[in-house]
């Protein structure tokens, strides 16, 4: 079986959970800013695009060398040989980006790269004029950093946040892959309860439930390399098979999800369904301020309004307030708030015990983190 170099990509700040997601599949792995490095086989490729819950992609390295000029890159790409993936009909396009590079123009860098590969199979498949680009897609990438240029193979297509059961969602839903970084950076066990008290569409309790039941998050969706003539369809038929057989559908977990507004709980309860974690999640219409327990030692996660907007200021300040006065009694409960306003201690009265900067897209965040009584 033939061994590629793969790269994980990340978003900014979880590179380090993607490799520990690797590392516990059993992989040797390089963690990189924004990416994990590691070898597999077409097998691999359908496991880790199958289980990876905090990566976005998952990527075939085809080249990687200098370049500061356009000669370099076109030389670079041609040598490579895009035959032994691509066939004759392969509809392949190029995207890129430079960072730091002489070859700062990336629709020229595309288009270099995109000759090259033409000229190369038009070679190999004796083709004249232009090639059908009629089949299966193979996405390519040309990432300039430094001067170095890497071209990579994308066996993903659309990003691994998406995982096919979001049917609605609220006004600032937090990418799928991110609700699962968030739980990952808890301390929350299937066996703990789970409250998020502004579940909105749901994404970190049903992440969390598929987290508990060990299921697979891309089980239900369809990855743009299962359309490739490498693929023989029984690596990821093999691969699904594997990921049903390890689900654990006698656990029942403790999730209660709340929200103010009673659209967002209907939509979150048709989220769960759609992702299998419908019997796992009970969700509620309640206020921040109504909410009581006499449960211990649970997990508080919540991703509030960020209050971007002048008018929402007021309302989220004090519902940041809210919180602090409702979850300060709650001793023995650790609780997780994501939110871009770095004045958050301030309204919530407390300063966190731990803080961690994270991206929600291009919006920079930090998770407050308040650690609870030990048992």
Same mark, same amino acid.
């Given at each position: 079986?033939?061994?590629?170099?793969?790269?994980?990509?990340?978003?900014?700040?979880?590179?380090?959970?993607?490799?520990?997601?690797?590392?516990?599949?059993?992989?040797?792995?390089?963690?990189?800013?924004?990416?994990?490095?590691?070898?597999?086989?077409?097998?691999?490729?359908?496991?880790?695009?199958?289980?990876?819950?905090?990566?976005?992609?998952?990527?075939?390295?085809?080249?990687?060398?200098?370049?500061?000029?356009?000669?370099?890159?076109?030389?670079?790409?041609?040598?490579?040989?895009?035959?032994?993936?691509?066939?004759?009909?392969?509809?392949?396009?190029?995207?890129?980006?430079?960072?730091?590079?002489?070859?700062? @123009?990336?629709?020229?860098?595309?288009?270099?790269?995109?000759?090259?590969?033409?000229?190369?199979?038009?070679?190999?498949?004796?083709?004249?004029?232009?090639?059908?680009?009629?089949?299966?897609?193979?996405?390519?990438?040309?990432?300039?950093?430094?001067?170095?240029?890497?071209?990579?193979?994308?066996?993903?297509?659309?990003?691994?946040?998406?995982?096919?059961?979001?049917?609605?969602?609220?006004? +600032?839903?937090?990418?799928?892959?991110?609700?699962?970084?968030?739980?990952?950076?808890?301390?929350?066990?299937?066996?703990?309860?789970?409250?998020?008290?502004?579940?909105?569409?749901?994404?970190?309790?049903?992440?969390? +439930?598929?987290?508990?039941?060990?299921?697979?998050?891309?089980?239900?969706?369809?990855?743009?390399?299962?359309?490739?003539?490498?693929?023989?369809?029984?690596?990821?038929?093999?691969?699904?098979?594997?990921?049903?057989?390890?689900?654990?559908?006698?656990?029942?977990?403790?999730?209660?999800?709340?929200?103010?507004?009673?659209?967002?709980?209907?939509? +979150?309860?048709?989220? #769960?369904?759609?992702?299998?974690?419908?019997?796992?999640? @009970?969700?509620?219409?309640?206020?921040? #301020?109504?909410?009581?327990?006499?449960?211990?030692?649970?997990?508080?996660?919540?991703?509030?309004?960020?209050?971007?907007?002048?008018?929402?200021?007021?309302?989220?300040?004090?519902?940041?307030?809210?919180?602090?006065?409702?979850? @300060?009694?709650?001793?023995?409960?650790?609780?997780?708030?994501?939110?871009?306003?770095?004045?958050?201690?301030?309204?919530?009265?407390?300063?966190?015990?731990?803080?961690?900067?994270?991206?929600?897209? @291009?919006?920079?965040?930090?998770?407050?983190?308040?650690?609870?009584?030990?048992?």
């Amino acid at each position: 079986m033939t061994s590629y170099q793969l790269i994980a990509t990340a978003a900014a700040g979880i590179e380090g959970l993607v490799g520990k997601e690797l590392k516990a599949m059993g992989y040797d792995c390089q963690v990189e800013n924004g990416r994990v490095r590691f070898q597999g086989e077409l097998d691999d490729i359908a496991k880790c695009n199958l289980h990876l819950r905090t990566a976005d992609h998952i990527k075939i390295v085809m080249a990687e060398f200098k370049a500061i000029t356009f000669d370099q890159l076109y030389e670079g790409a041609k040598a490579i040989a895009w035959e032994d993936i691509l066939p004759m009909d392969a509809e392949f396009p190029v995207t890129g980006k430079s960072v730091k590079s002489k070859l700062h @123009s990336v629709p020229n860098c595309q288009k270099m790269v995109k000759k090259a590969a033409v000229d190369r199979l038009a070679n190999v498949y004796h083709r004249r004029g232009r090639l059908p680009e009629t089949g299966a897609k193979y996405p390519i990438e040309v990432s300039l950093h430094k001067d170095v240029a890497l071209i990579t193979l994308d066996t993903t297509g659309s990003s691994l946040f998406k995982r096919g059961y979001r049917t609605e969602k609220g006004g +600032a839903p937090l990418k799928e892959n991110m609700a699962a970084a968030i739980m990952k950076l808890t301390t929350w066990f299937p066996d703990k309860p789970l409250v998020d008290p502004t579940c909105g569409s749901g994404t970190l309790l049903i992440e969390a +439930a598929m987290m508990g039941m060990n299921m697979a998050p891309g089980l239900n969706r369809h990855f743009v390399s299962e359309d490739w003539d490498i693929f023989q369809k029984a690596e990821f038929d093999h691969a699904r098979e594997e990921a049903r057989a390890q689900i654990d559908h006698d656990i029942q977990l403790d999730i209660l999800g709340t929200d103010i507004d009673h659209r967002m709980i209907t939509i +979150a309860q048709a989220n #769960a369904q759609a992702a299998g974690v419908g019997q796992q999640i @009970s969700f509620k219409q309640m206020q921040v #301020a109504d909410f009581t327990t006499d449960k211990s030692f649970g997990i508080i996660v919540s991703n509030p309004p960020y209050g971007e907007r002048l008018n929402d200021q007021d309302y989220v300040h004090n519902l940041y307030r809210e919180m602090g006065q409702v979850f @300060s009694p709650l001793n023995t409960w650790s609780k997780y708030i994501l939110t871009s306003d770095l004045d958050f201690e301030n309204y919530y009265g407390e300063k966190a015990t731990k803080k961690r900067k994270l991206y929600n897209g @291009s919006l920079r965040t930090d998770l407050f983190q308040y650690w609870g009584d030990r048992k």
